[in-house]
């Protein structure tokens, strides 16, 4: 019993000297905010989009007809004037023909009333003829003059008309596409060939209506082409009309920046790009999506109040909110947050109502955990 109450009798005394020695306190855990100004979202919308020459020639036919050859293939470089394609001009070889048929007695009769009206000026002016009759011979040679006249453009216009029935390259392009098969017919002006010429490259894409109100003539925009991992610089050149009512797009037309030289000679007409526009957006206040989270009551999000009792501490409160729009990767609060209080943005795991923290700012350079 004695060596038992001794026992216990030292637990005793080292217990209480435990409980002179001071706890140590878990450190805070760091948070970094951001403070809330009402101001436009900085963002832009990536479209789909198309890499194009600047120089896009679609080639048809001025006359109809049926389509009988083409005498390139796609992806050919053509010099200037070299034959494109044909169309059947059997019809209009005949026409020439009978043109040239109709010319050549034209002008038989010219010639005829031509000597008709010599001789009767020759009667005329020995008395044996009165001048009814020279009046009816110079009528006759002017009204057969203008049939031979009308005779020749009938035969230069069949001649054109034949021209129109072969295609010839423009200048120094390359074939792009072909848009009918041989057999078909062909209306006039019905593209039948696309040439890509020149040099120069241009990006294409298409603008919804949502999307004018932030982009004009000379904005700058981003140019990726996911395939090569290249980013380049543009600038708006042109903003279309619709021309199809169906479809409410905006044709857009980007201009390329300076390109070095390693890039020039990998860039080709056709390839897939991703145009990335600016996005007009409303004044408001405009939070990073990160800092928004959700449970079973809704969206809420954490701001720091700053404590008074030690200087870059904080107390965090969670506050329900209201979303709007997106802009790229931010949301438009409207409700539950105002302008001017510090809402967290990092070290949100492991946050709670009434939590205390340490603030840490953005010159200290460290990572935060999400």
């Not at 979202?41 to 007809?65: K, W």
């Not at 209306?187 to 696309?194: F, K």
């Not at 996005?279 to 959700?294: E, F, I, N």
């Amino acid at each position: 019993m004695r060596m038992r109450g001794a026992c216990v009798a030292l637990l005793a005394l080292v217990l209480a000297g435990c409980g002179d020695e001071p706890l140590e306190e878990a450190p805070l855990r760091p948070v970094r905010t951001l403070i809330l100004e009402e101001n436009g979202a900085v963002a832009e919308r990536e479209l789909p989009a198309r890499l194009e020459a600047a120089a896009n020639r679609r080639l048809s036919f001025r006359v109809a007809g049926q389509l009988e050859a083409y005498q390139v293939a796609v992806g050919e470089t053509v010099a200037p004037g070299q034959p494109l394609a044909r169309l059947d001009a059997t019809d209009l070889r005949l026409q020439r023909d009978r043109a040239r048929a109709a010319l050549a007695g034209a002008e038989a009769a010219a010639a005829n009333a031509e000597a008709q009206w010599q001789r009767a000026r020759r009667l005329y002016e020995a008395g044996s003829a009165p001048a009814r009759d020279l009046d009816a011979a110079r009528a006759q040679v002017e009204t057969a003059r203008a049939q031979r006249q009308s005779g020749r453009d009938a035969l230069a216009l069949a001649e054109r008309q034949l021209a129109f029935a072969r295609l010839e390259a423009p200048g120094e392009c390359r074939v792009a596409s072909r848009l009918v098969e041989a057999g078909e017919n062909v209306a006039p002006g019905q593209p039948v060939l696309v040439l890509a010429c020149g040099d120069e490259l241009e990006v294409r894409a298409a603008l919804s209506e949502d999307l004018l109100d932030g982009v004009v003539p000379g904005a700058p925009v981003r140019v990726h082409l996911p395939l090569l991992e290249l980013t380049l610089s543009g600038l708006v050149s042109e903003i279309g009309l619709p021309v199809d009512p169906r479809q409410a797009t905006w044709p857009l037309r980007v201009t390329l920046g300076e390109l070095p030289e390693a890039s020039r000679s990998r860039l080709r007409p056709g390839m897939s790009a991703e145009l990335g526009v600016p996005v007009a957006a409303r004044a408001g206040l405009w939070v990073p999506m990160v800092a928004v989270q959700r449970d079973l009551d809704g969206h809420f999000v954490y701001v720091a109040e700053a404590s008074r009792e030690a200087a870059g501490e904080a107390w965090v409160r969670r506050r329900p909110v209201t979303l709007g729009e997106r802009r790229g990767e931010r949301l438009a609060v409207t409700e539950g947050l105002a302008a001017g209080e510090a809402l967290i943005v990092a070290g949100m795991s492991r946050l709670h109502d009434g939590l205390r923290v340490r603030l840490i700012e953005d010159a200290d350079g460290g990572e935060v955990a999400p």
